[in-house]
Every structure is written in structure tokens, then in C-alpha cells.
Nanobody
Framework: EVQLQASGGGLVQAGESLRLSCAAS????????IGWFRQVPGKEREGLSC????????YYTNSVKGRFTISSDNAKNTVYLQMNSLKPEDTGVYYC???????????????????????????????WGQGTLVTVSS
């Protein structure tokens, strides 16, 4: 059984940092794409970043590029999202998710709008964690 446990959310002020963790079990960590997503009430779920655990390839949507860093520790079956320079618009519920059907997160990415950057197709991911709330105050 695939299980994902996200943690690390909290309340911070604008400009501060948080690190989210996603502990995974029940699948081969080297054979999956893993992503971080954000849900804000009234808006579509947004793909923020993904990583191919096999080769470390990463993608970021433009809204977080340069501020957020995704990484994985395959020995611990854990993926992290380091979030720096947080903004109030980063507030939301953060989810980690796995697409167990591909080793490459690039397969879940659409590159099109240069202003928005890569779109990580959240609906491609077939396993989801429970979410952790991040609140950034101004």
C-alpha cells in the first residue's frame, strides 16, 4: 500500500522559510515521479515542483522558481520542499503526490506558457498524501 505523509507546514511571516517533508512507503522510490502541489480554496490545484527520484531531474512552476527547492533522500524515501522568501500568496494546503507509472517527472509536465512556466499536471499523479497547511502572514 502506497502511503505518503506530508509534514512541516505552519504559520510564518512573509520572508521567512519552511521545509516540508514527504515520507513515502509502499513503492519503489527510484521508479516514480514525486511532486509538490498547492491547493487554495476556490482555485485549481497547482503543481509547484516535481522530481524524478531516479535521476534527480526537477521542474518548477514560475511562481516558486528561485524560492523553492525540491530534493529527495532516496535512502530515507523522503522528498523535501525547501521554501524560502515566502509570500502571503504562498498560503495554502501543500500536498505531496506520486506518479508511480513513470520514473520521470518530465512526463507529467507541459511546457507552454513562458510567463507561467512548466505546468505540472496534478491529475497525472495517482497517490496523494494528506496535505499540510502553510500560512504566510504579511
Amino acid at each position: 500500500e502506497v502511503q505518503l505523509q506530508a509534514s512541516g507546514g505552519g504559520l510564518v511571516q512573509a520572508g521567512e522559510s519552511l521545509r516540508l517533508s514527504c515520507a513515502a512507503s509502499g513503492f519503489s522510490f527510484d521508479d516514480a515521479a514525486i511532486g509538490w502541489f498547492r491547493q487554495v480554496p476556490g482555485k485549481e490545484r497547482e503543481g509547484l515542483s516535481c522530481i524524478s527520484s531516479s535521476d534527480g531531474m526537477t521542474y518548477y512552476t514560475n511562481s516558486v522558481k528561485g524560492r523553492f527547492t525540491i530534493s529527495s533522500d532516496n535512502a530515507k524515501n523522503t522528498v523535501y520542499l525547501q521554501m524560502n522568501s515566502l509570500k502571503p500568496e504562498d498560503t495554502g494546503v501543500y500536498y505531496c503526490a506520486v506518479d508511480s507509472r513513470t520514473r520521470y517527472c518530465g512526463a507529467t509536465v507541459t511546457v507552454g506558457d513562458p510567463l507561467k512556466g512548466p505546468t505540472i499536471r496534478w491529475y497525472e499523479y495517482n497517490y496523494w498524501g494528506q496535505g499540510t497547511l502553510v500560512t504566510v502572514s504579511s
